[in-house]
């Protein structure tokens, strides 16, 4: 019903930036949350930032400040601006949203790796 097509991921030194883009298709228009979560290996994944359909906002603590999570419900996408990046964002970073009656997507994910 709904697939997740994410972009954006790369290489990039300490200190520099990269935005993430999550686009939405199919059938389902109206999203409650849609957010990015991020696994590094051997970690459990994690939530990185959450929106909220009222636009309200959620960051993980070591992100706060640095990160900016924004939605465009028109075109169905979610994006991620990660400025001042340190090697400890390295992660596959997932796409994720939430519809309906507890029904949830998830992106294919896409790597992000900060060199020091």
């Known amino acids: 019903q709904v697939q997740l097509v994410e972009s954006g991921g790369g290489l990039v030194q300490a200190g520099g930036s990269l935005r993430l883009s999550c686009a939405a298709s199919g059938s389902i ?5 849609m957010g990015w979560y991020r696994q590094a290996p051997g970690k459990q994944r994690e939530l990185v930032a959450r929106i909220i359909s009222d636009g309200s906002t959620v960051y993980l ?4 400040g640095r990160f900016t999570i924004s939605r465009d419900n028109a075109k169905r996408t979610v994006d991620l601006q990660m400025n001042s990046l340190k090697p ?10 939430n519809y309906g009656a507890g029904y949830a997507n998830w992106g294919q994910g896409t790597q992000v790796t ?3």
């Open 88 to 97: 400890e964002d390295t992660a596959v970073y997932y796409c994720n949203v």
């Open 61 to 64: 603590d070591s992100v706060q």
């Open 29 to 33: 228009f109206s999203f409650n949350n």
């Open 114 to 116: 900060v060199s020091s």
